[in-house]
């Protein structure tokens, strides 16, 4: 690509274009022999001008790029295709600067390249902002990556949308798991409500962060607690983007793992390219010009020709107007370059940009300006990669400083780079700065000492050689230790979990080691008591009669009392010494509800049979009773099993006892029903013929009765009805639990019709009402169902009050009870009612309120509809008020689930 560049080798119209723009613009012939450089090849090292006007140059390009270059140059001239390329030019200061070059064709109708237009575009600083970024990244990954304290980003909505293993760990779910899951769908129930508010102040700015101790169900069932601490994270125009959020598990039972903190973000880089659009200003006319680029920059329509210039300035934001305006005054009065940086909202509404403006005014013989050209440049992913960059620090000190653990990262040299104010605190220093001095592993070990002594979990005092940090960097793998630290001022000792885990570059070797320290003295004094707890329990286990025993979370025994081997002959420390003592008929129902009440965490409660050491089976009841820490999690089971052999036999003597005595009641009630049906038979006979000879005695021409007798005859005769309607109701009553019957679709609307079409007499002769509409479908024994409300319903005809017009109204309602449809039918009259006191005993056999001679009636009616509403799984209750009247709520299931009546 070197040549002689000629100055006059376009006209002047485009020499001008040229010169203003910022990019080195250069023309070649169609062999690729450059002929045209812009003013702007002054700027590199090695260009001179010669004094014919002529332009030579040597050594542009870096040396390493020098062939590269050249290689994509004849590629393109011989192909005919655009050239691009980035490489190094150096500048008049000595520096290689990045530069992208592009070269377009320009082909003839037969499409033989004739020209090359070439630019060369200082992409420099983009360069450096993208190897920042990438650095950044790798560095953020690395934390986020490697932490043992979980962590998470979520969107507004509480969705995942990036989670680390140790949040995995936490929770028991894959990342595909989480990743599809929100907070909300891990945290208790109970915690929700109180949650979600803090997180929605949160995101509405309400508070500047989010903290909250609240509970995880893990996969497998187990609660956790946690300690979350979560960050906002806005964009550069301060609308939330997602948070950042840091999970510390902080249950006693399990050992709090901590972590290095990675925090990530989905940076975008910027454009590897400027993405520019020329433009031409009449000052004279007003027109403006603009390429199909810059329209598309604006976001105008690339057929749009009617451009002015209120179409460029009316879309620039107000704020930043002023110093534009000052910039092209500046440049059209001192004759300079004009640049502006800037922003646009677009035409089209489709959004807004960053626009960097380059230009220059235009002048005719009279040195007034009469044109401004330039270009404008799609700055928007710079800005945005610069405060992208910014956040991305801030979002890993916030974070980092927010973990309720002491954290220090340490390089190659073993040198503190960072640490948090929890790690200057564990360490007993004022300021996170004097860590930060130049402080390696062995002057801290020197500060620790003046503080504290150092014992691992046997008791020994511990070295600098000993210390997690030199482990993780000459092994390249986590190392973590449990230590007690003694302080000598005084101060109650503490217990600490000192991880450090190793940041491997991409060879593999290890860059730096994150150093994490937790305290644990909480969880440690936490299991010192449960040890206790423990060995008091076994001292009273051994001095109880009972066989004791203990099991873990997961069922597996522990612990088992010196009874088992005096009762059972057995080892304790055998494995399958219950299974050898249950009985062949026991072991698989127990061992089948054991395993459920494990998975449900409910008591363990049955009874089996075990064997002695004489081979003898004896009863005991087992009960096991979990045990829960604070949290609700299970830990621990303890049970017994209780001798009740002499209970047990006592219990199936007395079975067979009962079982013996209903049998016998069972045949006695069946003589007694064999013995009414007979009686009641027998007896019809007699009353028929005292009806008979009475009626014949009373209507004989040729008998001449008194008045007194005549009255007397009549008494018997009614007496006579009585009887017959009484050894009529005994026999119905006693022969009700004969039959059984099939339940059927009983529709009650039909069966009241029928009963009003039998008492039309009776409620016409009474002038009585009886309301009733959209009665329900039931399953019923509907020759039952009918007598139940035939009862009913002449019951309330009957005791009517002479002065009163009867009034009867039934209504029905379904009700929900324990999931099962409950029919409520009322039947309710304005007759003579009752006492409230006689509710429950006028449902009893023979039982009258009133005066046969007033009411007829055998007193068995109320008695039948009791019977009635009982083989139908129901039941019925009477309420009333003397002389206003009286009601009948009846209960009935509406479906009897195949049962027979």
């Known amino acids: 690509m070197s040549g002689i560049f000629l100055a006059d080798a376009v006209a002047d119209p485009f020499a001008g274009l040229a010169n203003a723009m910022p990019q080195l613009v250069w023309i070649a012939e169609a062999d690729g022999t450059v002929s045209y450089y812009n003013e702007r090849i002054s700027e590199f090292q090695g260009a001179e001008l010669l004094p014919n006007g002529q332009w030579k140059w040597e050594g542009l390009l870096h040396p390493d790029d020098l062939m590269p270059t050249e290689q994509a140059w004849r590629k393109a001239v011989l192909t005919g295709t655009v050239y691009e390329m980035e490489h190094r030019i150096v500048t008049k200061t000595g520096q290689f600067h990045w530069y992208l070059s592009r070269a377009f064709p320009q082909k003839d109708e037969n499409g033989l390249v004739i020209r090359w237009y070439g630019t060369a575009t200082d992409v420099h600083h983009q360069k450096e902002v993208q190897n920042l970024l990438r650095q950044s990244e790798a560095e953020f990954r690395a934390m986020f990556e490697a932490s043992i304290v979980g962590m998470a980003q979520a969107y507004a909505n509480g969705k995942l949308l990036r989670v680390n293993d140790a949040f995995c760990e936490l929770t028991g779910y894959s990342r595909e798991e989480l990743l599809n899951s929100r907070f909300s769908d891990i945290t208790h129930p109970e915690d929700r409500v109180e949650d979600f508010a803090r997180y929605e ?30 960050t906002p994270i806005f964009d550069n125009k301060g609308n939330f983007k997602h948070t950042i959020a840091v999970i510390q598990n902080i249950t006693d039972r399990k050992n709090i793992e901590q972590a290095n903190e990675k925090l990530a973000t989905h940076l975008k880089i910027a454009t590897d390219s400027a993405r520019a659009g020329t433009w031409y200003h009449d000052l004279v006319t007003g027109s403006l010009e603009w390429s199909d680029q810059h329209k598309d920059l604006w976001g105008f329509d690339r057929k749009k020709t009617d451009l002015r210039y209120e179409d460029w300035h009316n879309f620039i934001y107000a704020e930043d107007r002023k110093s534009v305006f000052a910039s092209l005054d500046h440049a059209r009065v001192h004759h300079s370059l004009y640049e502006a940086q800037y922003r646009i909202k677009k035409a089209d509404d489709s959004g807004s940009l960053w626009v960097q403006s380059i230009g220059q005014f235009r002048y005719n013989e009279r040195n007034e300006p009469i044109a401004v050209t330039g ?52 360490l007993k220093v004022d300021k996170v700065d004097e860590l930060m001095s130049d402080k390696d592993i062995s002057s801290l070990h020197k500060i620790g000492k003046r503080h504290f002594n150092v014992f691992d979990q046997l008791g020994n005092e511990m070295d600098e050689s000993s210390s997690p940090v030199k482990k993780a960097f000459a092994t390249g793998k986590n190392s973590e230790d449990i230590f007690r630290i003694e302080f000598k001022n005084g101060e109650k000792a503490k217990w600490i979990v000192y991880n450090c885990n190793p940041v491997l570059d991409d060879r593999g070797e290890t860059m730096m080691v994150l150093a994490t320290i937790t305290d644990i003295t909480s969880q440690k004094e936490a299991e010192q008591q449960i040890r206790q707890s423990e060995e008091q329990l076994r001292f009273l286990a051994e001095s109880i009669p009972q066989l004791v025993w203990m099991a873990d979370e997961k069922g597996n025994f522990e612990y088992k009392t010196g009874r088992w081997f005096e009762y059972s002959g057995l080892e304790q420390d055998d494995p399958d010494v219950l299974e050898k003592m249950l009985h062949p008929e026991d072991r698989e129902r127990i061992g089948s509800l054991w395993r459920e009440c494990l998975a449900s965490r409910n008591p363990f409660r049955d009874e089996a049979r075990l064997r002695n050491r004489n081979g003898e089976y004896r009863w005991h009841a087992v009960s096991g009773e979990p045990i829960r820490n604070t949290e609700g999690m299970v830990f621990k089971w303890i049970g017994v099993f209780t001798d009740i052999d002499v209970q ?177 039918l009322v039947i309710e009259d304005n007759g003579i009612g009752f006492e409230l006191e006689y509710a429950e005993t006028i449902f009893n056999s023979f039982s009258r309120l009133n005066p046969k001679d007033r009411y007829e009636g055998t007193g068995l009616g109320l008695a039948l509809c009791k019977k009635i509403v009982e083989r139908h799984n129901g039941t019925i209750e009477a309420w009333g008020e003397l002389n206003k009247g009286a ?12 049962h027979m009546i």
Do not use: C
């Open 887 to 898: 009601s009948f709520t009846v209960y009935l299931p509406v479906s009897q689930y195949g």
């Open 201 to 230: 102040n949160m995101i509405n700015g309400v508070d500047k962060k989010y903290f909250s101790e609240k509970r995880y169900i893990r996969k497998d069932g187990a609660i956790v607690w946690v300690m979350v601490t979560a």
């Open 375 to 426: 270009i404008s440049v799609d700055i928007t992913d710079n800005k945005n990669s610069q405060k992208e960059l910014l956040e991305l620090k801030e979002q890993l000190e916030l974070t980092v400083r927010n973990v309720p653990a002491g954290i220090m990262l340490l390089n190659r040299n073993q040198e503190i780079i960072f640490a948090n104010d929890k790690a200057a605190w564990f």
């Open 648 to 824: 047990k036999t006592s219990a199936e003597k007395l079975e067979l006892l009962v079982a013996l005595r209903t049998r016998e009641l069972k045949r006695s009630n069946e003589d007694l029903q064999q013995f009414a049906h007979v009686a009641s038979h027998d007896l019809k006979e007699p009353l028929r013929k005292i009806k008979i000879f009475g009626s014949r005695l009373k209507d004989d021409p040729e008998t001449t009765l008194s008045e007194k007798a005549r009255l007397y005859l009549s008494k018997i005769e009614g007496a006579a009805n009585r009887m017959e309607t009484m050894v009529e109701g005994v026999l119905q009553y006693s022969s009700l639990n004969a039959t059984v019957q099939q339940p059927e679709k009983v529709d009650l609307n039909g069966v009241l019709d029928n009963i009003l079409s039998d008492l039309e007499i009776t409620i016409q002769q009474s002038g009585a009402i009886v309301n009733y509409h959209d009665l329900p479908v039931i399953e019923g024994a509907p020759v039952l169902i009918y007598q139940l409300l035939y009862n009913l319903v002449n019951n309330s005809l009957k005791f009517r009050r002479p002065e009163q017009r009867p009034e009867i109204n039934i209504t029905a309602e379904i009700l929900k009870i324990r999931e099962n449809s409950v029919l409520q």
